[in-house]
Nanobody
Framework: QVQLVESGGGLVQAGGSLRLSCAAS????????MAWFRQAPGKEREFVTA????????YYADSVKGRFTMSRDNAKNTVYLQMNSLKPEDTAAYYC????????????????WGQGTQVTVSS
């Protein structure tokens, strides 16, 4: 079992930045690929980015490529999502997830999920 807790969400103006964190506990964190998804009201959960268990490779959705950066610190059991040049369409609840495969964009392939943190970008 892996427990995931996200933090760092909030309200920011368009063009601004936020950094999300996801702290993991439980089973060996470094065995898992990690990902961020987001979900806006009335929409399906959307893949944002994933990172390999070692941190040596990342994969991004086209909508965030060049603006978002995912990283991980296995010593701290934490993954991060640095979000720059935020746009109103980035507004959503952001979730981190842990899974065995990489890179995977299908949320059904992930085994563990956090409770989410809200990001709101005002225009």
């Amino acid at each position: 079992q892996v427990q995931l807790v996200e933090s760092g969400g909030g309200l920011v103006q368009a063009g601004g930045s936020l950094r999300l964190s996801c702290a993991a506990s439980g089973r060996t964190f470094s065995n898992y690929a990690m990902a961020w998804f987001r979900q806006a009201p009335g929409k399906e959960r959307e893949f944002v980015t994933a990172i390999k268990w070692s941190g040596s490779s990342t994969y991004y959705a086209d909508s965030v490529k060049g603006r978002f950066t995912m990283s991980r610190d296995n010593a701290k059991n934490t993954v991060y999502l640095q979000m720059n040049s935020l746009k109103p369409e980035d507004t959503a609840a952001y979730y981190c997830a842990a899974g065995r495969l990489y890179p995977v964009t299908d949320p059904r392939q992930y085994d563990y999920w956090g409770q989410g943190t809200q990001v709101t970008v005002s225009s």
